[in-house]
């Protein structure tokens, strides 16, 4: 094969990008959640000590306080799942096609899937969505930080 007719696409990361792809999915899909719940379980532990946030915390006896924020940790982790699947296909088809993603894509895939889920569930999470938006976009960016740094992308 003669390399000078090999054509370099301004953009595309040289060599195959569905590893990379595949990893981002993965990554996003299983990691993500768990970087959310655990950014929700230390907004609960410190506003529970204190003495802040919702009537929930500031009604709760001595010793309740850790059960209750694993019970919100728990649920923070199942409701995250469907926004943190949307996310990653967006983002794996960014990898796929263009070889990377920039942190404000994730972002904002993160923030809109979040948002739209809290929205259509209904109930308590609709209430609260500016928060759960920033929460996934903050999860977003630190997830990757942790695949620029295992050197999935660049």
């Known amino acids: 094969m003669n390399k000078t007719n090999v054509v370099n696409f301004p953009g595309k990361r040289k060599g195959?990008?569905?590893m990379p792809a595949v990893y981002t999915f993965v990554f996003t899909t299983l990691v993500g959640p768990a970087i959310a719940a655990a950014i929700l379980g230390v907004?609960?532990?410190?506003?529970g000590m204190l003495g802040m946030g919702p009537p929930s915390i500031?009604?709760?006896k001595a010793g309740e306080l850790l059960p209750y924020t694993a019970v919100r940790v728990l649920d923070g982790y199942i409701w995250s799942a469907i926004?943190?699947?949307l996310t990653a296909a967006v983002l794996a088809a960014?990898?796929?096609?263009?070889?990377?993603?920039?942190w404000l894509y994730g972002a904002i895939a993160a923030a809109v899937s979040a948002t739209l889920m809290a929205a259509v569930s209904g109930g308590q999470a609709s209430i609260h969505t500016t928060f759960i938006a920033v929460i996934a976009a903050t999860t977003a960016v630190l997830g990757r930080m942790v695949l620029v740094?295992?050197?999935v992308v660049e």
Do not use: D, E
């Not at 960014?94 to 920039?102: A, D, I, T």
């Open 58 to 60: 500031k009604l709760l």
């Open 83 to 85: 926004p943190a699947a």
């Open 94 to 102: 960014l990898v796929y096609r263009m070889g990377n993603f920039h």
């Open 43 to 47: 907004i609960y532990l410190v506003s």
């Open 149 to 151: 740094a295992a050197k």
């Open 16 to 18: 195959w990008t569905l």
